[in-house]
């Protein structure tokens, strides 16, 4: 009989039962029934691994990025998604235990057999898209000027489960409102970069990047394209990434704008609340309760969850769709569509950036309450996940200069889901700061 080596560290209780099932002969129909090589403590040899799509080291000049996955990578990605193996059907009809298995298949479907990456790839390479060194960490981004001078510089910010393509249908209204019915008094230069971690970024080799952090990198990178001043704006994480530039408050920033106060993880209610704090109470309550399970696990073990999305697609179309189909003004599916939504998750899977997205949570573990002297505009979407009433954004924001809470679409990825809606509420914000 081969001789089977206990590895250490094995709770006791398992060592006990272990070598009482020895001493009766369980070994020896171990010793029939399994491969020799895993009795013996050997691995299997190591299936071959598709190459990365790799990028360029960035220096600290700014170089243009050309993006082209390897062939090999998305055949292996289409081997995989067929090779998926399905649990069973959860056990109500609706989306109460997540995406249902009907729903999950479909999209999977159609990912394998009709999706099309690299029309997503000439859609970017077509636009001026670049990476930099700041701070020790190669960060991508867009940068877009705008045909009118005296155009307005601002610097977008994504967050999760997005990236920079939130933002890609905004990019020409911004920039060139005259073409959509704009005044050429409106228009923007826009940088739009990925966070660390995410997209065509580095991914940070140790802890330290913070909000902060980045949103120092932030500065530097718009100093860097030789901008004395700008405005930002963002939501989800982005919102955090804009309210730490705007605590910062460096020399050159006007105002920012969010879709997404982070107040909401920290409100400042009423002694008696009013029926709209109520509401907004009730909707935390909920989000907290019963749609923040991600967010615990991706605040403490993201390591942990990354293992299986960077080994399955499916799993991480599942674990990304989920959050689109229910943060989005559509019926439990994504208000920008399927081929926008399989860009997106398919950049998390080429990149292999799963667990490096999900340590943002880990190394923001707490929000604070915003208190900030600078100008703020606010926009309150009708299907965000929490909606924010005026009277926190007047406590929080001591120059609050625009509020609207009377948008007719939109959730909670507002520049995807209705860039027109977007594009307006960034010009009214910031008209006055011009």
């Known amino acids: 009989m081969a001789q089977i ?15 009482a099932m020895l001493r009766a002969g369980g070994a020896a129909t171990l010793a029939a029934a399994a491969p020799a090589a895993l009795l013996l403590g050997e691995l299997p040899a190591e299936a071959s691994v598709p190459p990365d799509l790799v990028l360029p080291p960035a220096t600290a000049a700014i170089e243009r990025l050309r993006v082209q996955a390897p ?35 479909a999209v999977i479907d159609y990912w394998a057999k009709a999706y099309d990456w690299r029309r997503f790839e000439r859609r970017v390479n077509a636009l001026p898209q670049h990476r930099t060194l700041i701070d020790g960490l190669g960060v991508h981004f867009l940068h877009v000027r705008s045909p009118h001078p005296g155009a307005l510089p601002v610097i977008l ?86 309210h730490a530039l705007a605590k910062l408050a460096p020399p050159g920033l006007l105002g920012i704008h969010t879709n997404f106060p982070t107040f909401l993880f920290d409100p400042p209610v009423s002694a008696v609340p009013t029926p709209e704090e109520t509401a907004a109470l009730a909707q935390i309550t909920a989000f907290t309760t019963d749609g923040a399970g991600y967010l615990r696990e991706m605040t403490t073990r993201p390591q942990t969850v990354g293992y299986g999305l960077a080994d399955s697609p499916s799993g991480l ?43 943002i949570y880990w190394q923001n573990p707490v929000t604070k309450r915003p208190s900030l002297d600078l100008p703020v505009g606010v926009s ?52 006055p700061l011009r």
């Open 71 to 105: 062939e090999q990578a998305l055949r292996d990605l289409k081997a995989r998604l067929a090779r998926t193996r399905w649990p069973d059907a959860g056990t109500v009809s609706g989306w109460e235990q997540g995406v249902p298995l009907t729903r999950a298949k």
């Open 157 to 242: 910010s994504h967050g999760w489960p997005g990236s920079f393509i939130e933002f890609l249908d905004t990019i020409d209204p911004l920039t060139d409102p005259v073409r959509h019915g704009g005044s050429a008094a409106d228009a923007f230069d826009v940088v739009i970069p990925s966070l660390p971690g995410f997209g065509f970024s580095d991914r940070p080799t140790a802890t330290g990047w913070t909000v902060d952090r980045i949103a120092a990198a932030w500065h530097q990178l718009m100093t860097r394209l030789g901008y004395s001043r700008y405005v930002a704006q963002g939501g989800d994480w982005g919102s955090g990434v804009t």
């Open 317 to 359: 179309a599942a674990w990304i769709y989920e959050k689109f189909a229910a943060w989005t003004d559509g019926d439990h599916a994504p208000a920008f569509g399927i081929d926008a939504a399989l860009d997106d998750i398919t950049l998390y899977w080429l990149t292999d950036t799963a667990a490096s997205s999900a340590r």
């Open 380 to 431: 309150v979407f009708p299907r965000e996940i929490m909606r924010a009433p005026r009277v926190w954004a007047e406590r929080c924001y001591r120059n609050l200069i625009h509020f609207n809470d009377q948008i007719p679409h939109g959730g909670h990825f507002a520049a995807w889901e209705v860039p027109e809606i977007f594009v307006r509420e960034l010009r009214d914000t910031f008209r």
């Open 5 to 19: 080596t206990e590895p250490e560290g094995l709770p006791d209780a398992w060592r006990f039962s272990r070598r």
